[in-house]
């Protein structure tokens, strides 16, 4: 019966997907170009938050348009003020245009009561042609171990592995190594490590831009560290190295160093084929409170 | 003898040295806030090329400048064109003012034979208060294991550790693990670790602004991958986590990647009193050229 229910539900696709609508930009006006029109979904927030990673695709997008490169190699994102759902803006600027090579700028921004623009989020980034790399690989880096999926934890399977009530959790696909949830019960590991397994729950694939939503989308490596509360990004630079395989992807983020009131989130994105196909580091706020 | 001339000769000290003097930038209006000319010197190339650390530091001096707080906690930069010694100006722009951080964007130009200008490279940067810093640190990152600095090779000692006629070299105290040399003699270990020593030639310590110089410093990774040629970074952010103590620094370089003709390479740098100060990743095309 559930089976055959699901059949009949065609699986999302690269370019029909709510993640696809959901960061939507259109041209604002076609005698100005680099001004994007977008509006923030209130599906992809944690308790009131708009998830900086969904923030990042939206703007990828929009430079994704106006640069004449269409895939991220680096974006490099200074967070500025907290976003809310609803209208936005994103002006971008092309900075420098190579052959394989294309640098630009961007800035989403959101209105305040009397119409004037706030700033949310400023990126640099550098596009390319990630279909025109040769195929050439070198690396020393091993995927996380990380259990079977069907091992792992997801939010229905028990005490809230991903606590709050949070509207992204109903969209993504996340299953969690046992062994770096211990947070949700009370027992924090304290090595500052969380893996699991990632996908969009409508099935929609991987592709560079949804890697830039993927990379900020596991819960914080503060909560196994036995912190609480929020870790508000300062800084997140993301490099797209490989266009992924189709199928789930393997995350793991690790903070080494928790210092002065600040920590950084390392997060390491493998595919199917077993690429590493994204790879970031953010600076973070550390949460206050004590777990 | 030697020693008595050494004592004879200052040691250079934060605020008076070349270091200091060769990152100078002065306000070129003080009608108009933010625009800083500066001029790019002949003794930090690597054979023609301006060190792109050294640029960085220019960059992090105006911003300090031009933003109500002084240290560089997280600066992203992506570079454009190659810079030259000679002539530059330095546009910032102040983006939003907190009252712990503050971001800032400045970008680098130099002059076309016309007179335009050519932007170089262009950052964004978040500032802060180190010394407003809780003390706390929860770490589980270990500095690098390095020999000791005795042991460890620099320019002098053989057959050019670091290649190429550099003006930067004489700048620079930089002393090798053995380990990772193997290249200098035609046997790169292949596991893209370069480590050592590093201090300026003329006894300067270390400060937040000499960091973003020393994150970008040492021979690239490529070389211990057996690759040889140019390196170019596309992009490089770095986190500056803690001021650093006086004495010589460790400095790591890791790449773990090279895939599709770009590799990652992360560096950190740990203090004589043992504190990770400075943590950077860079996106870099990866030489053409076998060792």
């Known amino acids: 019966m559930y089976g055959s229910v699901m059949a009949q539900v065609a699986q999302a696709t690269i370019g029909n997907s709510e993640f696809d609508r959901d960061t939507a930009v ?12 977008a509006e923030l979904s209130a599906g992809w ?22 640069l004449p490169h269409s895939d991220p190699f680096t ?23 190579g052959r394989t090579l294309s640098t630009g700028q961007a800035s989403l ?3 305040a009561e009397d119409g004037t623009e706030v700033e949310r989020i400023r990126v640099l980034a550098t596009y390319g042609d990630l279909d025109a790399l040769p195929g050439e690989v070198r690396t ?5 171990a990380i259990p079977a999926y069907r091992d792992c934890l997801g939010p229905s399977d028990g005490p809230a592995p991903i606590p709050g009530s949070s509207a992204i959790t109903e969209r993504l696909n996340i299953k969690l190594d046992p062994a770096t949830v211990g947070w949700a019960v009370g027992a924090p590991s304290g ?46 630079t993301t490099h797209i190295r490989c266009r992924p395989a189709p199928g789930l992807l393997r995350v793991s983020i690790t903070t080494r160093n928790l210092a002065g009131g600040f920590l950084e989130e390392d997060a390491e994105v493998w595919d199917s084929a077993g690429r ?11 949460p206050l409170a004590r777990g």
């Open 26 to 37: 259109a041209l604002r006006d076609p005698g100005v170009p680099g001004v994007y029109d």
């Open 45 to 66: 927030t944690i308790i009131t938050a708009v998830n900086g990673g969904y923030l990042l695709a939206l703007l990828g997008r929009a430079l994704g348009d106006a």
């Open 75 to 97: 974006v490099s994102a200074h967070y500025l003020t907290p976003s809310a759902p609803g209208p936005a803006v994103i002006r971008t600027e092309t900075i420098r245009t």
């Open 109 to 111: 921004f959101q209105y």
């Open 140 to 144: 020393t880096a091993l995927p996380p």
């Open 191 to 236: 090595k500052g490590e969380v893996r699991g397994w990632f996908g969009l729950a409508d099935g929609r694939d991987a592709d560079p831009l949804s890697l830039l939503l993927t990379v900020d989308a596991l819960p914080p490596t503060a909560f196994d560290l036995g912190l609480t509360g929020w870790t508000p990004t300062v800084e997140l």
């Open 276 to 286: 590493l196909v994204a790879q970031s580091r953010q600076l973070a706020k550390a």
